[in-house]
């Protein structure tokens, strides 16, 4: 249904996916590094870091206390990351096959999918959000990002409703 091939993943399934992709855009968690084999050029991977939260966790989450006490802060999804996921969009060939991953394939990707997919399709966030979650059955959007994204994009609530 997008105009252009999508493939999400987690971080594991990466080189076992890889194969006849074009782009990638690579999220991780800030200081981690997935490697992205080198059949795509450089030149055609986005990486992106940020933690997968859609608000800053409070500092007795018991996840973050042992993180908190090291002086580590979290590093949330912003304008700057969804503009550059936009970005990565409009550079895309309508002959681009490309594969997206996070860690877990469930969250910053799947938004991350969908937010390139209302880029190339706008006014269509239902159909789009519809075929992330029939290409990615576990999909989860980012809430954070989704909100983000239909701000900088423009699409009046609709990425929103769609996520739903």
Not at 65 to 71: E, H, V
Request: aromatic share 4%.
């Amino acid at each position: 249904m997008l105009p252009l091939e999508v493939t999400v993943c987690a971080e594991a399934e990466v080189c076992d996916l890889i194969d006849g992709h074009t782009h990638a855009l690579s999220i991780t968690d800030p200081g981690s590094w997935a490697d992205i084999p080198p059949c795509i050029p450089p030149s055609r991977v986005l990486r992106l870091q940020f933690h997968d939260l859609d608000a800053p966790p409070s500092a007795v989450d018991p996840a973050w206390t042992a993180l908190y006490a090291l002086g580590a802060r979290p590093i949330l999804p912003a304008a700057r990351h969804i503009r550059a996921v936009i970005a990565f969009a409009d550079a895309l060939g309508k002959d681009a096959r490309v594969l997206i991953h996070c860690k877990a394939g469930i969250s910053r990707s799947t938004a991350a999918a969908a937010i390139i997919g209302c880029r190339l399709l706008p006014r269509r966030e239902s159909e789009v959000f519809a075929h992330i979650s029939h290409i990615r059955p576990q999909a989860l959007p980012n809430r954070r990002m989704v909100r983000l994204a239909d701000r900088i994009l423009g699409a009046g609530g609709r990425m929103i409703r769609a996520r739903a």
